[in-house]
């Protein structure tokens, strides 16, 4: 499974983005999805996971009630919409494949990240 992702900028505190990561490859479907994010600095954090058949998100508490993952499997894109966009948000962003759901450690592909950058 390859995978790219794009939609990333640089936008101001309260805005919105979302973020596209398509997939490619004959069981991409098969897949559940996830996105991650590093900060300058900072380990790489789950932000978002889907199932492979779009249900089940889960989101991390930072960004819970402001993000919203999502996937079409006819476009095999998964999405992340992320609106009231705070500073802490700035990293890049990336998105990944895996077998298991909730095991987040798990996920085995991963596409090169697009940046996000917010501003105050």
């Known amino acids: 499974v390859q995978l790219q992702a794009s939609g990333g900028g640089l936008v101001q505190a309260g805005e919105s983005l979302r973020l596209s990561c398509v997939a490619s490859g004959p069981t991409s479907n098969n897949y559940h999805m996830a996105w991650f994010r590093q900060a300058p600095g900072k380990e790489r954090a789950f932000v978002a996971a889907i199932s492979k058949t779009g249900g089940s998100p889960f989101y991390a508490d930072s960004v819970k009630g402001r993000f919203t993952i999502s996937r079409d499997n006819t476009r095999n894109t998964v999405y992340l919409q992320m609106n009231s966009l705070k500073p802490e948000d700035t990293a890049v962003y990336y998105c990944?494949?895996?077998?298991?759901?909730?095991?987040?450690?798990?996920?085995?592909?991963w596409g090169l990240g697009t940046q996000v950058t917010v501003s105050s």
């Open positions: 990944a494949a895996g077998k298991l759901l909730n095991y987040v450690n798990t996920y085995e592909y």
